[in-house]
């Protein structure tokens, strides 16, 4: 599938910073394609991971649940009804369009209750279950490729019908691979490094998905 060209530059300018990704290009095209799909047909994209990669996930669904940038305006049916609801609140200028991504490291309450009375290692797969519904889909990041608690959520996800993208290092032996419908590998091992090279590629993918979607916000 090609990209039109508002959105390839996205793609072009992160393969111009990052030179070393140009081979990983084909997989973030990929991988683009794929969340285009799940967010067209209308599901939730979930995402997850420990650590830094907990910070990631969180990082990445801030991008996509507001404008990144661009403004992202409501469409002019939902503005004109909040006028005429609310005049003079201005609520079309104070809300966002966005994409329907949740990251399962939310909800710390329910998280720490089936960590500690069930299984640490299945509070993913567990909100997954719960808020999850065929079609969807997980993006599970491990610098390791070896999270056990992705590895839990993926074995899951595969049963509840429910795709599962891998955002890893370039590490064969990694766990999650074998459950993972799609695997983006970064070329590195070292979990600083992996992580160097995650942060401007699930950038891209947002600039990309908003490109796509919402253009220039108008």
């Given at each position: 599938?090609?990209?039109?060209?508002?959105?390839?530059?996205h793609?072009?300018?992160l393969?111009?910073?990052?030179?070393?990704?140009?081979?990983?290009?084909?997989?973030?095209?990929?991988?683009?394609?794929?969340?285009?799909?799940?967010?067209?047909?209308?599901?939730?994209?979930?995402?997850?991971?420990?650590?830094?990669?907990?910070?990631?996930?969180?990082?990445?669904?801030?991008?996509?649940?507001?404008?990144?940038?661009?403004?992202r305006?409501?469409?002019?049916?939902?503005?004109a009804?909040?006028?005429a609801?609310?005049?003079?609140?201005?609520?079309p200028?104070?809300?966002?369009?966005?994409?329907?991504?949740i990251?399962?490291?939310?909800h710390?309450?329910?998280?720490?209750?089936?960590?500690?009375?069930?299984d640490?290692?299945?509070?993913?797969?567990?909100?997954?279950?719960?808020?999850?519904?065929?079609?969807d889909?997980?993006l599970?990041?491990?610098?390791?490729g070896?999270?056990?608690?992705i590895?839990?959520?993926?074995?899951?996800?595969r049963?509840?019908?429910?795709?599962?993208?891998?955002?890893?290092?370039?590490?064969?032996?990694?766990?999650?691979?074998?459950?993972?419908?799609f695997?983006?590998?970064v070329?590195?091992?070292?979990?600083?490094?992996?992580?160097?090279?995650?942060?401007?590629?699930?950038?891209?993918?947002?600039?990309?998905?908003?490109?796509r979607?919402?253009g220039?916000?108008?």
């Amino acid at each position: 599938m090609d990209m039109n060209n508002n959105v390839k530059k996205h793609m072009d300018d992160l393969l111009a910073r990052y030179p070393d990704l140009t081979g990983t290009a084909e997989k973030i095209h990929t991988l683009y394609f794929n969340l285009e799909t799940v967010f067209f047909k209308n599901k939730t994209l979930f995402i997850c991971g420990n650590g830094g990669s907990c910070s990631d996930a969180e990082h990445f669904i801030a991008e996509l649940g507001k404008g990144f940038l661009s403004r992202r305006h409501i469409p002019s049916d939902l503005s004109a009804a909040l006028e005429a609801a609310y005049p003079g609140e201005n609520y079309p200028e104070r809300i966002q369009r966005g994409f329907r991504a949740i990251s399962l490291n939310g909800h710390p309450a329910l998280a720490s209750a089936y960590t500690n009375d069930v299984d640490p290692l299945m509070t993913y797969a567990q909100q997954l279950y719960i808020f999850g519904e065929k079609g969807d889909a997980v993006l599970g990041i491990t610098t390791s490729g070896n999270a056990k608690n992705i590895l839990n959520l993926f074995k899951i996800a595969r049963v509840l019908g429910i795709s599962t993208y891998l955002l890893t290092g370039n590490n064969e032996e990694g766990a999650c691979r074998k459950y993972a419908d799609f695997i983006l590998d970064v070329p590195a091992r070292e979990a600083y490094r992996v992580q160097e090279y995650h942060l401007p590629i699930y950038h891209a993918l947002a600039m990309m998905l908003e490109e796509r979607f919402y253009g220039s916000g108008e």
